[in-house]
């Protein structure tokens, strides 16, 4: 086989290619040190008060008014951790990384499905903030065979890769596009728009028994007792919760079983007053994020359901 | 959606041509079936085992098709009954993804082996071996994984193209890799990831942004066209990619799609040049088979129209499939009782003709980006018309980038003509093929949204 020009051709070709990118990402890459989430981390792996951390998705971002929740339970260490793009394996990485500050810390962690996904974001940042990516996923999956384990954690090196070779956000600085938004990745994010008019996304309080499917409790169950078993090793209450809006129905039917099937301990209470007292189209930013209006009641309502778990300073 | 990692494609590819590599070359497209078959392994896990033995099955009624061609039919049916029964009592809402978040959940249960490994595209090519062999094209292949080969080879039982046996047999005993062939090869994976990651896969966030918003009434045919456009960019540049990765072995397959598609005027030029090989297996083995007994030509129109429901039911048995081959089959009928070729300015109605194409090609589309029929008709004729304004203010870097992106590719397929990708920048001077490389890569790492090739045909 004569294939030596070929090989020739691919490595000159792949040197340009990275060289260019490189370049690139040298010259307009963000300064990853400045970026919120690492002050975020940096302050928390010092902090020696009780702390509490909402961990989540967006959902969490712009539902969740930690100054709201502050002023309400006076207590000043109450942060929003939500991560745009986060599922539950990204909300898992992060309380990992915060459990390796031994203080005591309340987790209230957002139930959202099991996707072989991180968000971009923390994977650009996981080398600056030490977060344990791939330690965190196989511990885990420990529960799956050698075959699915390495489906999944092939998935996410996938993503990892990728992440790092694609120059998608160093474009949009050199272009000067959304450079307001940078931050908006991470931590509380209101929107103060209501760009949609149901209530169709809410979740409602008759969901509870409509939702029973045993399989994905199985299936999360693994994954639940995975993270509570940290938790108690570092000095961290677990403690889960809904969002109030759903995208889809695939979404509620995963985990509102899950949600029911923990022990109340374990969960943050969902009263049907606090749902029906939300169930307004105003409060919507879209079809599945609170506006600054649905955040603040949303906020002031959560505070009674967290009056067990938070202690006034 | 089915993606595949782009690491898990890379993966195989190297493996393959290692593998290949070493083997002599006699035996070479045996180094490739077990890559295929440890890909599969990888994907589907101890599942193989039932694609092992409908292999096998297949193989055998082969040679029992030879002795009793009169029962071709009955054999064809136990052997693939328990496969069409799957796809049957399986039915899944193939675009639910862009009406809703269908969640690639994180389980062991993860690789159903109908999404991973197609085996709409094994049946189908296990029917027109069978067939081949009762109509005498080709004599039973002896040699069992020669068959297993052809039936299972990876790149293609993930969403075809479709090919005979004969068409695929001799190019697998022809396998090498040469300077040319990988050349060739990587132009067309080059281009298919441009069409996927940047096109593709743009399109389909900005169609899930527009139909998550309030839009209603005529506006919603916009949704239609997006739609339109993504089917075509998402599933011809995986077919590229397929035709490039076997391209390196020097395996040729078949063209799936013309250059250009999206300007057809009229539904019948599109069909010819849409899926073609899917098209062409229906109307050999189904359409002919159908037309020899109406030998006075009258009811032509009524077996197009089953052809179609036919495509349609194999996609999906649904309420919403069966319109969608309703209203092909309507629309190509009524285009051959008006005669459009007969009309007058030709080059007027060529042009005037792509426009009425895209309308109507969108308003069939709508079907599919809506959950239901109920939803569709109060979107669209019910609720009062409404455009979001906001929508243009907040994509417009997304619409830019795609407008850009289909320019150059269109460009690129404009001055192709009719032949490759490949073909076409092999033709091209030195400078010009790598400034058209460079282009493409940087575009595809600047504007490409990352993780795998979203592969939207891997679920039929």
New interface residues.
């Given amino acids: ?3 030596k ?2 090989v020739f ?2 490595i000159l ?1 792949t040197s ?2 990275s060289l ?2 490189f370049c690139f990402i040298r010259q307009y890459a963000t300064s990853r040190k400045n970026t919120l989430i690492y002050t975020f981390f940096r302050q928390s792996l010092q902090a020696t008060d009780t702390s509490y951390y909402f961990i989540g998705s967006s959902r969490v971002q712009t539902s969740i008014d930690p100054e709201v929740l502050k002023q309400t339970l006076g207590n000043k260490h109450i942060y929003n951790a939500g991560i745009s793009g986060g599922t539950l ?1 990204s909300n898992c990485i992060i309380a990992r990384r915060l459990m390796q500050n031994k203080s005591p810390k309340v987790l209230f962690i957002e139930l959202t ?5 991180v968000p ?1 974001y923390l994977l650009k940042h996981q080398d600056d903030l030490n977060l344990e990516i791939f330690g965190t996923a196989n511990q885990l999956l420990s529960h ?2 050698f ?2 384990k ?3 954690l ?2 996410l ?3 990892y ?3 790092k ?4 956000d160093e ?1 949009r600085n050199l272009m000067r ?2 450079v307001e938004k940078t931050e908006g990745h991470f931590g509380f994010q209101p929107i103060s ?1 209501n ?3 149901s209530v169709t996304p809410f979740l409602k309080f008759q969901d509870f028994n409509n939702y029973n499917d045993k399989g ?1 409790v199985a ?1 999360y169950q693994q994954y639940i007792n995975e993270l509570l078993k940290l938790g108690h090793q570092s000095n961290s209450k677990i403690v889960f919760f809904l969002p109030v809006t759903f ?5 509620k039917e ?1 985990t509102i079983p899950i949600y029911k099937s923990l022990p109340d301990s374990t969960k943050l209470q969902m009263p049907e007053v606090l749902l029906k007292s939300m169930e307004n189209a105003s409060y919507l930013a ?2 599945n994020h609170l506006n600054l209006a649905g955040a603040k009641v949303y906020s002031h309502l959560l505070a009674v359901q967290l009056l067990p778990f938070i202690k006034k300073e | 959606m089915p993606s595949l990692d782009l690491l898990l494609l890379l993966l195989y590819l190297l493996f393959s041509i290692a593998i290949v590599s070493i083997i002599p070359p006699p035996h070479k497209w045996k180094g490739l079936l077990s890559s295929s078959l440890l890909f599969y392994y990888f994907l589907a896990g101890d599942k193989i085992i039932f694609l092992l033995l409908f292999s096998f099955t297949i193989y055998c009624l082969g040679f029992l098709i030879k002795r009793y061609p009169a029962k071709t039919w009955l054999f064809i049916s136990l052997a693939l009954a328990p496969l069409i029964l799957i796809k049957v009592i399986t039915p899944d809402f193939h675009f639910r993804h862009l009406t809703s978040v269908k969640n690639n959940y994180l389980s062991e249960t993860n690789s159903s082996i109908i999404q991973v490994l197609g085996i709409s595209y094994f049946t189908f090519n296990g029917i027109s071996y069978l067939i081949d062999i009762k109509r005498k094209y080709i004599q039973p292949e002896k040699n069992f994984l020669l068959v297993l080969i052809y039936l299972i080879y990876f790149p293609c039982i993930l969403s075809g193209p479709l090919h005979r046996a004969k068409y695929l047999f001799s190019q697998f005993r022809q396998i090498s890799i040469t300077d040319s062939s990988i050349s060739s090869g990587l132009r067309l994976i080059l281009i298919g990831l441009f069409k996927n990651i940047v096109v593709g896969k743009r399109l389909s966030a900005l169609l899930q942004n527009l139909v998550s918003t309030e839009i209603s009434g005529p506006c919603y045919l916009i949704a239609g066209l997006l739609f339109f456009f993504y089917l075509y960019f998402n599933f011809s540049s995986f077919i590229d990619i397929f035709q490039g990765i076997s391209k390196i072995f020097n395996i040729n397959l078949k063209d799936n799609f013309r250059n250009r598609i999206y300007l057809s005027f009229s539904r019948q030029h599109f069909w010819q040049g849409w899926h073609i090989t899917l098209n062409e297996w229906f109307r050999d083995y189904f359409f002919f088979n159908l037309a020899k007994q109406d030998r006075k030509r009258r009811y032509t129109n009524a077996i197009l129209l089953i052809t179609f429901l036919l495509i349609a039911l194999w996609h999906e048995v649904s309420q919403i499939f069966l319109i969608w081959g309703l209203m092909n089959a309507s629309w190509i009928i009524i285009e051959k009782k008006v005669n459009l070729e007969a009309l007058p300015y030709p080059g007027v109605r060529r042009k005037l003709g792509v426009v009425y194409h895209l309308m109507l090609a969108s308003v069939l589309a709508l079907v599919f980006v809506s959950p239901d029929l109920t939803s569709l008709i109060h979107r669209v004729f019910l609720s009062p018309g409404n455009f979001p304004d906001y929508f243009f203010r907040n994509n417009l870097n997304n619409i830019a980038i795609i407008i850009g992106a289909f320019l150059l590719v269109d460009y690129h397929y404009s001055k192709a003509g009719t032949i490759k990708f490949d073909e076409y920048v092999g033709s091209k001077p030195l400078i010009s093929r790598w400034f058209i490389y460079t282009q493409l890569a940087l575009l595809i790492i600047a504007f490409g949204i990352t993780n795998g090739v979203d592969n939207y045909y891997v679920q039929f």
């Avoid at chain 1, 070779?165 to 998608?168: C, G, P, T």
């Fill in positions: 086989m004569r294939v020009k070929s051709k691919l070709f340009i290619i260019i990118a394996l499905p099991m996707l072989p996904e971009d799956l065979n075959l699915s390495c489906r999944l092939l998935q090196a996938n993503k890769v990728t992440s070779l694609f120059i998608v474009v596009i959304n728009e760009k949609y008019h994905s299936r995208r889809s129905e695939d979404e995963t879209d079809n």
